[in-house]
């Protein structure tokens, strides 16, 4: 009878409450649950974010809970949203969060080199490739230069074996050595294999952390600054394409020898490319007449346009190609861009910003003011967020990636 009675009593309820729930239920069905989900699958592939959890003692929430897709997937499109920055007589740009169907490119970039060389190298997985391959150079005289090419099956290209047996760091030096007003150096070194480098550096200990781009190079520096008169204790890691590690033991700066005369690597009289395959996945190698930045990205075709073949040595290899145990299952989710990452998705949670709290983030920084590499910026130079952050987390308050708010603040403001 009661079941009946409430029966009877749904029946006569208004029509639009039973519109309501059936919204409310379809919207839910909808949502992007698996982009909340525990992400740990993730963590398969990036141990060092897994490793960096279990070490550091400041550790970004989402990263604690293992829910990667919160920042970095793509979700569905959202409105505007404005968020408050501090308001300074300046050409800052708000920063806000766009709608995402605004933020989408025709072009996917998957690294780059802020730092001008002349011998450059990407190393690609096959799953990231599209049907054309694009590299920006930059160049301090000569602008932009823009390289389009079909990109080529993995097993048709020569396979690219190491020149050495072991990974070396070679011919430490310093160079524009200058204590006068702001002491600064400029640590130079190389390696017989093109290599990513990681260097760790402090005045008492080797606490504070610099990584390089995301391409390789034989050559590398870093600029350092506001050491004092005992000099900066260092330590540099660096890692070759083959997976081999190299450090350096711990030493002091002012130990190294000092020249100001660089000997550059032999570069090309013109830009030369090739296309090879290492460990299964897409190697590029890029040298060019002067030093240029470089950004490496991929591009579907549009339907019906095909692009001229490059001029780009690709020759069948004699020994086997690496297997390539990809599936269907193993494809990885659609990253958001960088912009967002670093900038506009922090005002999901950090909201109501008040002026004077927080630096102004998406802006150009003076013309004049020399920033530290460590401090992160954007493709475009601007600073983000994770320019005073650590990404995932870290051993100082609020993640930020000096020891304290002064030491970041004068890091760039020196007169502060």
């Given at each position: 009878?009661?079941?009946?009675?409430?029966?009877?009593?749904?029946?006569?309820?208004?029509?639009?409450?039973?519109?309501?729930?059936?919204?409310?239920?379809?919207?839910?069905?909808?949502?992007?649950?698996?982009?909340?989900?525990?992400?740990?699958s993730c963590l398969e592939?990036?141990?060092?974010?897994?490793?960096?959890?279990?070490?550091?003692?400041?550790?970004?929430?989402?990263?604690?809970?293992?829910?990667?897709?919160?920042?970095?997937?793509?979700?569905?499109?959202?409105?505007?949203?404005?968020?408050?920055?501090?308001?300074?007589?300046?050409?800052?740009?708000?920063?806000?969060?766009?709608?995402?169907?605004?933020?989408?490119?025709?072009?996917?970039?998957?690294?780059?080199?802020?730092?001008?060389?002349?011998?450059?190298?990407?190393?690609?997985?096959?799953?990231?490739?599209?049907?054309?391959?694009?590299?920006?150079?930059?160049?301090?005289?000569?602008?932009?230069?823009?390289?389009?090419?079909?990109?080529?099956?993995?097993?048709?290209?020569?396979?690219?074996?190491?020149?050495?047996?072991?990974?070396?760091?070679?011919?430490?030096?310093?160079?524009?050595?200058?204590?006068?007003?702001?002491?600064?150096?400029?640590?130079?070194?190389?390696?017989?294999?093109?290599?990513?480098?990681?260097?760790?550096?402090?005045?008492?200990?080797?606490?504070?952390?610099?990584?390089?781009?995301?391409?390789?190079?034989?050559?590398?520096?870093?600029?350092?600054?506001?050491?004092?008169?005992?000099?900066?204790?260092?330590?540099?890691?660096?890692?070759?394409?083959?997976?081999?590690?190299?450090?350096?033991?711990?030493?002091?700066?002012?130990?190294?020898?000092?020249?100001?005369?660089?000997?550059?690597?032999?570069?090309?009289?013109?830009?030369?490319?090739?296309?090879?395959?290492?460990?299964?996945?897409?190697?590029?190698?890029?040298?060019?007449?002067?030093?240029?930045?470089?950004?490496?990205?991929?591009?579907?075709?549009?339907?019906?346009?095909?692009?001229?073949?490059?001029?780009?040595?690709?020759?069948?290899?004699?020994?086997?190609?690496?297997?390539?145990?990809?599936?269907?299952?193993?494809?990885?989710?659609?990253?958001?861009?960088?912009?967002?990452?670093?900038?506009?998705v922090c005002h999901k949670?950090?909201?109501?910003?008040?002026?004077?709290?927080?630096?102004?983030?998406?802006?150009?920084?003076?013309?004049?003011?020399?920033?530290?590499?460590?401090?992160?910026?954007?493709?475009?130079?601007?600073?983000?967020?994770?320019?005073?952050?650590?990404?995932?987390?870290?051993?100082?308050?609020?993640?930020?990636?000096?020891?304290?708010?002064?030491?970041?603040?004068?890091?760039?403001?020196?007169?502060?």
């Amino acid at each position: 009878m009661l079941l009946l009675f409430r029966s009877h009593e749904l029946m006569h309820a208004p029509t639009h409450i039973f519109s309501i729930r059936l919204v409310v239920f379809i919207i839910l069905l909808t949502l992007p649950l698996s982009g909340w989900a525990d992400d740990s699958s993730c963590l398969e592939c990036h141990d060092d974010v897994e490793q960096m959890i279990n070490e550091a003692y400041y550790v970004h929430e989402p990263v604690r809970d293992k829910k990667c897709q919160v920042c970095h997937a793509k979700t569905i499109v959202e409105a505007p949203v404005v968020v408050e920055q501090p308001q300074q007589q300046s050409s800052y740009i708000i920063a806000y969060k766009q709608p995402r169907a605004e933020q989408q490119q025709p072009i996917k970039w998957l690294v780059e080199n802020f730092t001008p060389a002349s011998h450059q190298y990407a190393l690609l997985l096959e799953r990231s490739l599209r049907d054309n391959l694009i590299l920006d150079l930059w160049y301090e005289q000569g602008g932009k230069r823009t390289h389009q090419m079909p990109t080529p099956a993995l097993d048709s290209l020569e396979v690219q074996e190491p020149a050495y047996q072991m990974l070396s760091i070679d011919d430490l030096h310093l160079n524009n050595f200058d204590t006068r007003l702001v002491s600064r150096a400029t640590l130079h070194w190389t390696t017989n294999e093109p290599s990513r480098c990681t260097t760790s550096y402090g005045n008492n200990s080797p606490d504070t952390l610099f990584e390089e781009d995301d391409l390789y190079t034989y050559d590398h520096k870093i600029e350092l600054r506001n050491f004092t008169e005992v000099g900066y204790v260092v330590d540099i890691t660096c890692r070759d394409p083959y997976r081999r590690v190299k450090t350096t033991e711990t030493f002091n700066i002012l130990n190294l020898p000092i020249n100001d005369r660089e000997t550059p690597l032999k570069s090309a009289n013109e830009e030369k490319f090739a296309l090879k395959q290492l460990q299964g996945k897409l190697w590029v190698e890029v040298i060019t007449p002067d030093p240029a930045s470089l950004s490496v990205g991929v591009q579907d075709n549009p339907e019906g346009q095909t692009i001229e073949e490059p001029v780009i040595p690709q020759t069948n290899a004699d020994t086997p190609s690496v297997a390539d145990n990809t599936t269907e299952e193993d494809e990885h989710i659609v990253l958001n861009d960088e912009l967002y990452t670093t900038t506009q998705v922090c005002h999901k949670c950090h909201t109501g910003l008040e002026p004077g709290q927080s630096h102004p983030v998406n802006v150009m920084p003076p013309l004049n003011m020399t920033i530290p590499p460590e401090y992160k910026r954007l493709r475009n130079g601007k600073i983000s967020c994770m320019s005073c952050h650590t990404v995932h987390g870290g051993n100082e308050e609020y993640r930020l990636i000096k020891k304290s708010k002064k030491a970041l603040c004068i890091g760039c403001h020196t007169n502060y």
